[in-house]
């Protein structure tokens, strides 16, 4: 009976001394593993110190097939490419990653989420479309899935499809897009109005201020419409209530709206109205048109005198441009000799051409003239009249 004890004791010494042998065998091989993965990782990170992408990336896709673990950093890399404009180099990455046996499902989506974003750098619409699309079907990464189908639909310029996704995109984010959903109406309010479908064109502008009820460009496109038909009291109707809604894009369309008041002949109205804004506008536009209505109801020197007490209270720019015009205009009458306020005018007018008067507040992009859409960023909205000496 001792003897059997004793057997069963070595046995179970020698099946312990086994298990811990093989776990120092594993442990030991882990260990390799990981020397060798940080090797490979750290050459990968070396070669991109050293500026040579193209070596790095072929050590990060090497890794890619050996292990799962480098997944999150080489997916943060491929990311990086793409930031830097290297679209071939973020595709060939994500695209490795995509296709390697056994990739857990929560990867591959996340993959798949990366190579629809680097498809929209690269400017292959259709492609991203089908992975987004894709993605948003098996319900991965929903959201930000459709916020990429949205802004694919929106460089196609497919406004139907945007407004659908934006819609969709709001429900499942509880992010609202109000704002991006009444610019979508309006591109197609101004699409319906190139093919002059009037009516449809309406039904747009009345869905971007259904959405958007203070929507400044519906009221503008509407406003710009009366004024082309002529319909000079509705055209000034709807300025107004673009100027209540916001202000900020004053600059865009006093003159416009001076121009309505001059063709029901109710020039004085308009003097009264500038006159009480331009206490409340800190730009100079409403000093500009106002000085141009005064030049022709009361003569040079009276617009002359204007912008002169305007400008102590308002320095710009633009508001000395026009005083040089003006004191240009009324000299020339009594010396034609005079060059002085030609050359300060010349010096002015190349001043103010190099300044942008318009910048994105969400990326800081300049521009000359008003977009409803940053150029830079893509944002709605975004880009506005820059107030200061030199601009607005
Ligand atoms: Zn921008």
Known sequence: MIEFFALILVALVGIMVGINFNKYRIQRENIKRLDRLNHSYFKGLNYLLD??????IDVFIELAKSSSETFEPQLALGNLYRRKGEVDKAIKLHQSLISKPNLPEKYRTKALLAMGKDYMSAGLLDRAEVLFTELVEIEAYTPEALFSL?????????WIEAINTAARYEKVSGRKMRNEIAHFNC??????LQ????KKAQSYLNAALSVNPKCVRAKLIEAREFKQAKKWKKAIAAYHQALEFDDIYASEYLQDLSNC???????????KFLLE???????????????????KTDGIQAAEKFVEEQLINKPSVRGLDLLLKLSLENSKKEDKESTKFEVLEQ??????????????????????????QCPSCK???????IYGLETE
């Open 51 to 56: 500026d040579d992408s193209d070596k790095a």
């Open 277 to 295: 804004f331009i206490n409340t506008y800190q730009g100079i536009s409403p000093v500009l048109v106002l000085a141009q209505m005064i030049k």
């Open 150 to 158: 949205c802004e694919v639909y929106q460089q196609e310029q497919d």
């Open 347 to 372: 010096l002015v007018n190349k001043l103010l051409e190099k300044k942008p008067n318009h910048r994105c507040r969400k990326c800081g992009f300049g521009a000359k003239k008003m977009h409803w």
């Open 261 to 271: 008041y001059q063709n029901i002949n109710k020039c004085d109205d308009f003097k």
């Open 379 to 385: 944002s709605w909205g975004s880009v506005k009249p």
């Open 195 to 198: 093919s002059k479908n009037t």
């Open 187 to 192: 591109e197609l309010a101004e699409k319906s």
